[in-house]
């Protein structure tokens, strides 16, 4: 392809995307007012560093302000300038530089296990790069070496631990090294740079902190002696094929190549030169109450690969800025594609994959755009993230459509990132996916900032302090009433997250769920989604409404087959919880099949539910509740929930509920409850109607089929 030549034509393409950018931009700049769409061909598109489009490259048109809809981003304009994949080709947009010039090492370093002698490759960094935490062959992401790590020896803090011997060395180049760490908690997991090494103490400092002090978990979450921390990028762990390690003194890189041709060079390797491929970024007004988005720009058929992890390097652009539990980070480049300051933009038909982060993240100003029937997978960290301001007024990240997309196989290096999350981000509709295998957490929809966290805190720098109430900056949570105050600041609110299948969630840590909500605002629903096939040892609930959750609507869902603290639904507030099926359960929860953990449920409503029991019993519903709350008032118990017209069933024990049935019926609950067989149609194969005789249709209990919940063929909203 010819730069001077090219034109945009089929015959004379522009050689490169920014080129066709350039190209575009000149044509507006000559009056021309039509819709524009780039075309990439088949092969790889190479980006060396982010391409930005602005607020010059959107729609240029007066903007007519609608009245939006309850969920979601309703009807959108046209795109205006849209990168779509030929008719009929597989374009593929990448972070990745070449890798060349590799020889057999032959100078084997004394680090080198045995079995990768004469395995092992080497070949000078890229020309220009500095560092870079992932690299890739043909197949997809290589996995860097990292050894059967270690357990702590005592607890240190954020940024010290504690080792045992020889678990740890001053190597030459101890700036490449990182520890992957579990710091202390069940639901987050860290990658820190090593700082210093002190052998004969067993000390190590990181260079930047971790989430909690790092130091043993419970023994509930692993056995003694087990490893919560492994180390990465160094040669003793290059062990096997498809292994790497980087030297960015030396500037070399050692590669034992996956199925190649014994004396064959490797081929096809690239380093990532960026973190985000494309940013669509709009003016973002950070400290005032208006931004001006870009709109109308499309990406239709394209795969976006090769983009490297944003790795923490210190403590100034990380600690404060964490979203909860440093499950992701604010604002920051972390996704291969990323809306900062976006509206009616559509990512439709594309693929996220072989990536160190984050797929598609929109961030703060990002409203009534849509991603769908799009599929996300071996990604280091999240699928798809919304993330707007933090806590304060400025509510501006909602009505957004993400739709009929596959997540899976994602957090494969973070293993804590959510595949879907809506963080301070609300009336979005979030229907049709499929989301699977995750280290943690499938879906979380949260805030979890209180007005009065420390800058230092898990997203205490989000806060909005000029904007909130000078009484209100002091409070933390303390129950319902006083998250009704402090609700208007929490903008994860009515979001419709329905129609969904979630399965084999929370791989790799603990404490996580299929779909989690926690600390966010008013009017959430979670309805008709089918949560299956859950089976990790330390999983709390297929559905779990956490710390300082309220009003959310929990309804229609279908939990089958899952195992857990609770194997259906967990809930810490005033919640309802009505018409959903917990089925064919795995193993006996030891908190219930619904759980009321340690908070008040006065007012919660919970009615139309069946819950057939496993065949060795377990209690139907568990109550957890603290003694007292923070003023020394007494919590309200199960009997002060609103509970009744639920069918129950243990296979073998027809007096499974008489004592619930005592209890509740005492204050008037449960009265017209049932126990019996629902007599489902077809269970095991998605049938979950009742077939004539059953007690659920003299309860008036909707009958439910997974035929309409997961992906659809194809989206509708989207042609």
């Known amino acids: 392809m ?7 034509s089929a015959e004379h393409p522009y050689p490169t995307i920014p ?50 809809p309850k969920y979601g981003a309703g009807e959108i304009a046209p795109a205006w300038l849209t990168f779509e994949a030929y008719p009929g080709e597989k374009p593929v947009v990448s972070g990745g530089v070449p890798v060349s010039g590799w020889k057999l090492l032959e100078d084997v370093p004394a680090d080198l296990p045995k079995e990768a002698h004469g395995k092992v490759w080497v070949a000078d960094m890229p020309e220009g790069m500095e560092r870079f935490y992932t690299l890739y062959d043909e197949k997809g992401r290589l996995k860097r070496a990292r050894n059967s790590g270690f357990a702590y ?17 001053n190597w030459a180049n101890l700036k490449d090294v990182e520890i992957q760490v579990r710091p202390g908690r069940a639901w987050t997991i860290n990658m820190l740079p090593l700082e210093t090494v002190d052998i004969a103490n067993g000390v190590a400092t990181t260079g930047a902190s971790a989430t909690y002090e790092m130091g043993p978990l419970p023994g509930y979450l692993h056995k003694d002696g087990e490893s919560v921390v492994w180390v990465e990028n160094i040669l003793e762990a290059l062990d096997e094929e498809g292994k790497w390690v980087v030297n960015t003194k030396t500037r070399k890189i050692y590669l034992w190549p996956r199925d190649v041709v014994a004396g064959a060079a490797p081929e096809e390797i690239l380093a990532p030169s960026t973190t985000e491929l494309i940013r669509v970024e709009g003016g973002i007004d950070y400290d005032g109450p208006v931004d001006t988005p870009v709109r109308g720009i499309a990406f239709s058929g394209l795969t976006f690969s090769h983009a490297d ?39 439709s038909d594309c693929v996220f994959t072989a990536s160190g982060g984050t797929g598609v993240r929109l961030d703060l100003h990002a409203q009534r755009n849509r991603v769908v029937d799009s599929e996300f997978y071996h990604l280091g960290e999240a699928g798809i993230l919304l993330a707007g301001y933090g806590p304060g007024l400025k509510d501006v990240n909602h009505h957004n459509d993400i739709e009929n997309n596959h997540i899976h196989h994602f957090s494969e290096i973070t293993w804590h990132s959510p595949g879907l999350w809506a963080w301070q981000s609300g009336h979005n509709k979030m229907v049709h996916n499929e989301l699977h295998h995750s280290g943690y957490a499938a879906v979380c929809i949260t805030t979890r900032v209180e007005p009065n966290r420390s800058l230092n805190g898990e997203g205490g720098r989000t806060i909005r302090h000029n904007e909130i109430d000078e009484g209100l900056k002091s409070l933390g949570r303390g129950g319902y009433e006083n998250w009704k105050v402090r609700e208007k600041y929490n903008h994860a609110r009515h979001n419709l997250l329905e129609y969904n299948d979630i399965s084999h969630c929370v791989q790799l840590l603990s404490d996580g769920n299929g779909i989690y909500v926690s600390g966010t605002g008013t009017g959430n629903i979670i309805r008709y989604n089918y949560l299956h096939d859950n089976l990790a040892e330390h999983f709390p609930a297929p559905i779990r409404c956490d710390d300082d959750q309220h009003e959310t609507l929990i309804y229609g869902n279908i939990l089958y087959r899952n195992g857990g603290f609770s194997a259906g639904i967990a809930t810490k507030g005033v919640n309802d919880i009505i018409n959903n099926f917990i089925v064919e359960p795995q193993r006996v929860p030891r908190s219930g099949y619904i759980s009321y953990e340690w908070v008040p449920v006065a007012g919660s409503k919970v009615y139309h539910n069946i819950i057939v029991s496993h065949p060795d019993g377990g209690v139907a519903h ?44 005492a204050v008037g609950n449960e009265k017209e409850s049932l126990v019996g067989d629902p007599m489902f149609v077809d269970p095991a194969g998605g049938d979950f109607s009742f077939r004539s005789g059953s007690p659920a249709i003299q309860l008036g209990i909707e009958p439910l089929n997974i035929s309409k919940m997961g992906r659809r063929k194809k989206n509708s909203a989207a042609q």
């Open 153 to 169: 020896t005592k607890v240190g803090n954020k940024r010290t631990l504690h080792f045992p011997e020889g678990a740890l060395k």
């Open 2 to 8: 010819n730069s001077q030549t090219a034109d945009g």
């Open 622 to 665: 568990n109550e957890r509740p603290r003694g007292e709350d923070n003023r020394g008032n007494p919590f309200p118990k199960l009997v002060d929930t609103e509970m009744d017209s639920n069918l129950y069933f243990h296979p073998q024990d027809p007096k499974w509920m008489d004592k619930h049935f005592e209890k509740m019926r």
């Open 19 to 68: 080129a066709a950018i350039d190209a575009v931009r000149e044509l507006r700049q000559s009056g021309y007012s039509k819709p524009v769409t780039v075309y990439l061909r088949e092969g790889r598109h190479q980006l060396n560093e982010t391409l930005v489009l602005g607020l010059d490259d959107g729609a240029q048109a007066e903007v007519v302000e609608k009245e939006l």
């Open 309 to 347: 992890r944003w790795a923490w390097q210190g403590d100034e652009d990380r600690v404060g800025w964490g979203l909860q539990h440093d499950w992701e980070m604010f604002d920051r480049p972390t996704a291969l594609l990323r809306f900062r300051g976006a509206e009616e933009c559509v990512v």
